[in-house]
């Protein structure tokens, strides 16, 4: 009698690193189609929530069902923030103040919708430079998290549930990828 047949075979590798192996090739199967909608979401509420902050007479928030269409103006609360607090060199706070309201939104929707996702992840990874080196140089993990994001938008594109891949299939004319 064969003595392979009486014992049951065991595998070479015990349950352990079976369960690793396996949960690993798990996570490997999470689609990055899906890692960028989460990161452009995620990220654009951030950037748009605080564009909100900056102006009055314009505000829309679909978690709180706050809608208010009218027209934007700056608030002079951000003016003042510009002024007193952020204190960004090179610029006027006049200057200033208006030109971020408007990029946190125009910015944040294109990455919402997932239009110009590379060149808008861009400008606004550029922002979140600015603000750490001249704003709040100690909040470096939260203004990391946010740059870790943009870079792989940047990299990677906005995926397929975008108007860039849109565009792209139907032109060919663009990296919607």
């Not at 798990?26 to 990161?39: D, H, N, T, V, Y």
């Not at 509420?45 to 679909?62: M, P, R, Y």
């Amino acid at each position: 009698m064969n003595p392979s047949a009486i014992v049951p075979a065991v595998s070479t590798m015990s349950l352990g690193p079976r369960l690793l192996t396996r949960a690993t090739a798990l996570c490997s199967r999470i689609p990055s189609g899906f890692i960028a909608l989460l990161g452009r979401v995620s990220i654009a509420a951030v950037f748009w929530k605080s564009g909100q902050t900056k102006v009055e007479g314009f505000a829309i928030d679909l978690l709180d069902g706050q809608f208010q269409f009218g027209v934007p103006r700056l608030s002079d609360s951000a003016l003042a923030l510009f002024r007193d607090e952020y204190r960004v060199p090179l610029l006027s706070p006049e200057l200033a103040a208006p030109l971020a309201a408007m990029g946190e939104h125009v910015f944040a929707a294109l990455l919402l919708v997932g239009l110009a996702t590379r060149f808008s992840a861009l400008a606004l990874l550029g922002m979140t430079a600015v603000i750490q080196l001249f704003v709040y140089p100690g909040a470096w993990p939260t203004h990391g998290t946010w740059a870790a994001v943009l870079l792989y938008l940047v990299a990677n594109g906005p995926g397929p549930v975008s108007l860039d891949h849109w565009v792209h299939t139907k032109t060919g004319s663009m990296d919607g990828a």
